[in-house]
């Protein structure tokens, strides 16, 4: 495993990013694995090297971050553990059970603490931009988690730049806590990202760990047409990647991929995260994985060094896109 510095940090985190949104219990979605089906992904990752794991309070209703801190205490050493969590959509439908007020932000943290079993969370980031909330209000609760040591970085995810920016001014006059990492959607089908997103990143000296690095699945070559729902249990039951991918050029990029990754012996997943791992502000692309081969290719892919024709090959049939993911 390889790794490196989370930003302008002095964080050290593996390249790969296991993302916990897989492990809790089906009942919150059908293609989650339960805790017993999960551990052989945690006890891989960390024998691979992989040290930074994410999650957050709103997958499978706590119950990942319950299994993701149960997991990483029998297999890792917690001193080493990189471990993110992340607060904004609401738990339940009563007040104050969502969004980036203070009392949420706060609450929701103390939360995330218990559930995960640790002191202190490593990397606590907002979910998305709250429109209710004054940035303020939100940046302010933040520095009161910092200073608390209940949280010892603050991150981002899936934000306009413009609002981004802002952030980072707000922290920087007021001498809060900065945020450090960005989680955005950024993947071969989905690149809009690069317009301001990427080159303000990049600028300032942020972290990009990219959800969705393979599309949800579809840059992982197992489909046989954009409309493909039966190649997994996730294609066929996950709405939310219908409303990213359909734009039928996607398709284009998806062939690109294959013919790519079939010249060159790799599969299309570690030709994918490998893009990923090429661009400079990109840290580590945050994998899903519901089988041991999704992972297996994900460690494979940090060792795989793209030539500047083959960037170009699999950039080629890019075609622009609303804004998705946020």
Not at 29 to 55: C, H, K, M, Y
Not at 204 to 233: F, H, M, N
Request: charged share 25%.
């Amino acid at each position: 495993m390889k790794y490196a510095n989370l930003g302008h940090t002095g964080l050290k985190v593996s390249r790969i990013c296991l993302g916990c949104m897989s492990y809790g219990t089906p009942s919150w979605r059908p293609w989650v694995l339960d805790e017993a089906a999960s551990q052989p992904f945690f006890q891989r990752a960390v024998e691979a090297g992989i040290n930074f794991f994410d999650t957050a309070n709103m997958y499978s209703l706590g119950v990942s971050e319950e299994v993701t801190g149960r997991a990483l205490r029998k297999y890792a050493r917690m001193e080493e553990v990189v471990l993110a969590t992340k607060v904004y959509f609401p738990m339940t439908d009563g007040p104050n059970m969502g969004g980036l007020s203070r009392k949420n932000v706060v609450q929701a943290c103390e939360a995330s603490l218990k559930r995960l079993g640790v002191e202190t969370i490593d990397l606590y980031q907002i979910h998305r931009t709250d429109p209710e909330t004054p940035l303020e209000e939100t940046l302010a609760a933040l520095d009161q988690l910092v200073r608390q040591g209940k949280v010892r970085y603050i991150g981002a995810s899936s934000s306009a730049a413009w609002r981004f920016a802002k952030a980072l001014s707000l922290s920087e006059r007021n001498g809060w806590a900065r945020f450090v990492s960005m989680q955005n959607h950024y993947n071969l089908v989905y690149r809009e990202e690069e317009r301001e997103m990427m080159p303000l990143c990049e600028a300032e000296g942020i972290g990009v760990i990219p959800w969705s690095p393979l599309a949800r699945g579809l840059l992982a070559g197992t489909r046989k047409s954009l409309d493909d729902k039966q190649a997994t249990a996730r294609a066929g039951s996950d709405a939310f990647a219908t409303a990213l991918y359909d734009n039928p050029h996607d398709w284009d990029v998806v062939e690109a991929v294959k013919k790519v990754a079939a010249a060159r012996g790799n599969t299309p997943a570690e030709v994918s995260l490998a893009w990923l791992h090429s661009k400079p502000a990109v840290v580590a692309p945050i994998i899903g994985a519901t089988k041991l081969e999704h992972l297996e290719a994900a460690i494979r892919s940090v060792d795989v060094a793209l030539g500047a024709d083959e960037v170009k090959a699999l950039e080629a049939p890019y075609q622009p896109h609303a804004v998705r993911g946020m």
